[in-house]
């Protein structure tokens, strides 16, 4: 058995969302919107089926997709990407990311990720014989610490990993920040991952810039997008990517015998979104943010402490006021869902380095308003 995964626990998003079914709990836990995307998706993906579109497609994705997707890149950040050599469709970003670990990384290669962190790249960039280097970034905005990134990167720093808005916190990343990493890239020689898929879910005056935009970016920077995020099908576990083919090449090769390829209907389907609904993904933002401020204030209102943030739909809270005696934030959540019925996560698991903070839990909110008042009764009624 291989050691790293047979000593991996459950990630904690089936964990709370299991409890949370178990004892019909108003989930706030794991990342998926109740509203989904564009109808006409949906009848483009059933009738690309019905039209006989259910054979292996090539393993770079369709070309209707990977066009719209260098549209989308060039359109929206500005960058330019020849689509039959900078584009390749991915089942989900998660295996997109998998793949970008598997296929540019050797063992005794350095990844400096930023703590926390979305849980699937840790396992998987570990799994390719990686260490990671942890950057912890600072409380309460997740603000990059500029002096300790530079002190990280060493001889043997192959790739800077960067989630822009980032998962579980909501930051975006500063213009100055996205700047710093970009000159230790170019300086250092090294590669840039960028997860950006929540990259059109941003509000309140705050702006997505993707790192691959930046002066002398395009050609060191691999950048994730996925269709779960941006048209609200995360069930479909569509996603794309964009880099120099100098980085892509390996990465499809990871990919060709990951999974191969992608499910051409649902392909079709996006291929029509990014190109005919940017209105949809355009309107999230705004969307977010009305959600966004009804729960920051009921939150505080209930004495949570409620982190800043410009996107993703996540909310972080500090619930030190609410902490029993030797309690942390695993805890905490877990009888939230079972005495208080609503689910949260924990992000204590979202860290790599030693003494991860246990005082702070995730919100998503991404939720019908009669599903978030519910659970602010809830809290009313418990806490
Ligand atoms: N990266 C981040 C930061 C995420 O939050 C998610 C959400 N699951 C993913 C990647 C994976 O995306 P997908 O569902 O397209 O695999
Ligand atoms: N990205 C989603 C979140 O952060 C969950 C994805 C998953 O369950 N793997 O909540």
Redesign the pocket.
Request: hydrophobic share 45%; with cysteine; proline share 6%.
């Given at each position: 058995l291989n050691e790293l995964f047979s000593s991996l626990p459950t990630?904690i998003?089936?964990v709370m969302?299991k409890l949370a079914m178990e004892h019909s709990s108003v989930n706030l836990?794991?990342?998926?919107p109740d509203a989904e995307g564009p109808e006409t998706m949906k009848q483009i993906a059933s009738k690309a089926m019905y039209d006989f579109h259910n054979q292996y497609p090539s393993l770079l994705g369709v070309p209707e997709l990977r066009q719209a997707v260098a549209r989308h890149s060039l359109a929206n950040q500005g960058i330019p990407v020849d689509w039959a050599t900078e584009t390749l469709v991915t089942v989900g970003a998660?295996e997109g990311l998998a793949a970008c670990f598997l296929g540019l990384l050797n063992p005794g290669d350095e990844v400096i990720m930023f703590d926390p962190m979305?849980?699937?790249y840790v396992s998987m960039a570990r799994r390719s014989g990686a260490a990671i280097v942890p950057v912890r970034l600072r409380l309460p905005d997740f603000s990059v610490p500029l002096e300790e990134l530079a002190a990280a990167v060493g001889p043997q720093t192959k790739m800077i990993m960067l989630n822009s808005p980032h998962?579980?916190s909501g930051k975006i990343f500063t213009r100055t920040e996205l700047e710093a990493i970009a000159d230790l890239c170019i300086r250092h020689d090294v590669i840039a991952l960028c997860d950006e898929?929540y990259e059109h879910l941003v509000f309140g005056g705050a702006k997505h810039i993707s790192l691959r935009s930046l002066p002398g970016m395009a050609e060191r920077c691999v950048r994730l997008g996925s269709a779960?995020?941006t048209f609200s099908f995360?069930a479909w576990k569509v996603g794309w990517m964009t880099g120099p083919s100098r980085l892509l090449n390996p990465i499809i090769k990871a990919h060709q015998f990951l999974v191969f390829t992608v499910p051409s209907s649902l392909q079709r389907a996006v291929a029509h979104g990014l190109d005919r609904e940017s209105e949809f993904y355009l309107s999230l933002g705004p969307t977010l943010e009305v959600k966004r401020r009804y729960l920051e204030r009921e939150l505080a209102a209930l004495g949570f402490g409620v982190l800043p943030a410009h996107g993703a739909y996540?909310l972080v809270a500090d619930v030190s006021k609410f902490l029993r005696s030797g309690e942390d934030d695993v805890a905490f959540a877990k009888r939230l869902t079972v005495e208080g019925g609503v689910t949260t996560?924990p992000i204590s698991g979202f860290y790599v380095g030693a003494n991860p903070p246990t005082h702070l839990v995730?919100f998503?909110y991404c939720k019908e308003d009669s599903k978030l008042e519910a659970a602010v009764e809830r809290l009313k009624a418990y806490l």
């Amino acid at each position: 058995l291989n050691e790293l995964f047979s000593s991996l626990p459950t990630t904690i998003f089936e964990v709370m969302s299991k409890l949370a079914m178990e004892h019909s709990s108003v989930n706030l836990g794991q990342g998926f919107p109740d509203a989904e995307g564009p109808e006409t998706m949906k009848q483009i993906a059933s009738k690309a089926m019905y039209d006989f579109h259910n054979q292996y497609p090539s393993l770079l994705g369709v070309p209707e997709l990977r066009q719209a997707v260098a549209r989308h890149s060039l359109a929206n950040q500005g960058i330019p990407v020849d689509w039959a050599t900078e584009t390749l469709v991915t089942v989900g970003a998660t295996e997109g990311l998998a793949a970008c670990f598997l296929g540019l990384l050797n063992p005794g290669d350095e990844v400096i990720m930023f703590d926390p962190m979305y849980d699937s790249y840790v396992s998987m960039a570990r799994r390719s014989g990686a260490a990671i280097v942890p950057v912890r970034l600072r409380l309460p905005d997740f603000s990059v610490p500029l002096e300790e990134l530079a002190a990280a990167v060493g001889p043997q720093t192959k790739m800077i990993m960067l989630n822009s808005p980032h998962n579980p916190s909501g930051k975006i990343f500063t213009r100055t920040e996205l700047e710093a990493i970009a000159d230790l890239c170019i300086r250092h020689d090294v590669i840039a991952l960028c997860d950006e898929v929540y990259e059109h879910l941003v509000f309140g005056g705050a702006k997505h810039i993707s790192l691959r935009s930046l002066p002398g970016m395009a050609e060191r920077c691999v950048r994730l997008g996925s269709a779960g995020k941006t048209f609200s099908f995360t069930a479909w576990k569509v996603g794309w990517m964009t880099g120099p083919s100098r980085l892509l090449n390996p990465i499809i090769k990871a990919h060709q015998f990951l999974v191969f390829t992608v499910p051409s209907s649902l392909q079709r389907a996006v291929a029509h979104g990014l190109d005919r609904e940017s209105e949809f993904y355009l309107s999230l933002g705004p969307t977010l943010e009305v959600k966004r401020r009804y729960l920051e204030r009921e939150l505080a209102a209930l004495g949570f402490g409620v982190l800043p943030a410009h996107g993703a739909y996540f909310l972080v809270a500090d619930v030190s006021k609410f902490l029993r005696s030797g309690e942390d934030d695993v805890a905490f959540a877990k009888r939230l869902t079972v005495e208080g019925g609503v689910t949260t996560i924990p992000i204590s698991g979202f860290y790599v380095g030693a003494n991860p903070p246990t005082h702070l839990v995730r919100f998503c909110y991404c939720k019908e308003d009669s599903k978030l008042e519910a659970a602010v009764e809830r809290l009313k009624a418990y806490l």
